[in-house]
């Protein structure tokens, strides 16, 4: 019994696991999750970059934890991008840019990757 509980959760586990990256499109380490806002003002939690569809946090909300990377296998339309997060972070897409630490950049972005800027380096675009 012990061993079917395990695999259950481990099943579980993976297929939520699963249901975030499918879902939204990403590919690789993701840890950017995605959820679907209101019209409502959604702010960005203090340790994540936030990417919305619409500015002020309508339609689907993505958050990358500091330190995070993710790719998104097609770009993704934005609204809007803040960076709660203490790091600089490289947006790459159409456009691309540097994203200081509280800096909020509204207007319609193709974003296909977010990382963090390489210690002492440019940003790879």
Known sequence: MRNRSSRIRRTAAVGGVLAVV???GMTGVA???AATGSTAVVPCPRGFVCLSETPNGAGRIYRLAQG???FFASPVAVGEVTNSTTVDYCVTGTPSYVLRPGQTRT????VRSLSPRPTGGACPF
């Open 22 to 24: 499918l879902g939204t």
């Open 68 to 70: 995070s990377s993710v």
């Open 31 to 33: 840890t950017a999750t």
């Open 107 to 110: 207007g319609p972005n193709q």
